[in-house]
């Protein structure tokens, strides 16, 4: 049986490999919208794809973690002995649940922003009219 504590040192691992892909992938949405190339990513998956799967890959870890804290909380209660280097280790994945929750929400608010944006743009100019076909309206 694994440990609690171990397996959320992999989950730990895990979310920061996946919030720094998240963050990359952000400033690539970034990028992409500023410079208006193309939604597409190296392997062909838009942006958005990868976006949606990593957000939702974070979201499951970051609920994966949380669990585990309150398991280890119960599992410290009923330790019989020192508990001092589990309380210790116990507030460490608190403060990085707290952490990386924060990073998670700052990078995915950016990347809506990003998006609302970009729709914004698209939408005044799909409404702007090319000046002869103002000119041809006025003239009637």
Same mark, same amino acid.
């Given at each position: 049986?694994?440990?609690?504590? %171990?397996?959320?040192?992999?989950?730990?691992?895990?979310?920061?490999?996946?919030?720094?892909?998240?963050?990359?992938? !952000?400033?690539?949405?970034?990028?992409?919208?500023? !410079?208006?190339?193309?939604?597409?990513?190296?392997?062909?998956?838009? %942006?958005?794809?990868?976006?949606?799967?990593?957000?939702?890959?974070?979201?499951?870890?970051?609920?994966?973690?949380?669990?585990?804290?309150?398991?280890?909380?119960?599992?410290?209660?009923?330790?019989?002995?020192?508990?001092?280097?589990?309380?210790?280790?116990?507030?460490?994945?608190? %403060?990085?649940?707290? %952490?990386?929750?924060?990073?998670?929400?700052i990078t995915?608010?950016?990347?809506?922003?990003?998006?609302?944006?970009?729709?914004?743009?698209?939408?005044?100019?799909?409404?702007?009219k090319p000046?002869?076909?103002?000119?041809?309206?006025?003239?009637?």
């Open positions: 049986k694994i440990r609690t504590m %171990d397996l959320m040192r992999k989950i730990e691992a895990t979310l920061q490999e996946k919030l720094q892909a998240y963050s990359l992938l !952000s400033k690539r949405i970034e990028k992409n919208n500023y !410079s208006r190339n193309s939604d597409y990513d190296i392997e062909g998956n838009t %942006d958005q794809n990868t976006e949606i799967g990593l957000s939702n890959d974070i979201d499951h870890l970051l609920s994966q973690l949380s669990d585990c804290i309150k398991a280890s909380e119960i599992e410290v209660l009923r330790k019989v002995g020192p508990k001092t280097m589990d309380n210790i280790k116990l507030q460490r994945a608190k %403060d990085v649940l707290f %952490d990386y929750t924060n990073e998670f929400k995915k608010d950016e990347i809506q922003k990003i998006r609302d944006s970009d729709e914004l743009f698209r939408g005044r100019k799909s409404n702007i000046i002869n076909e103002i000119e041809h309206q006025t003239h009637q």
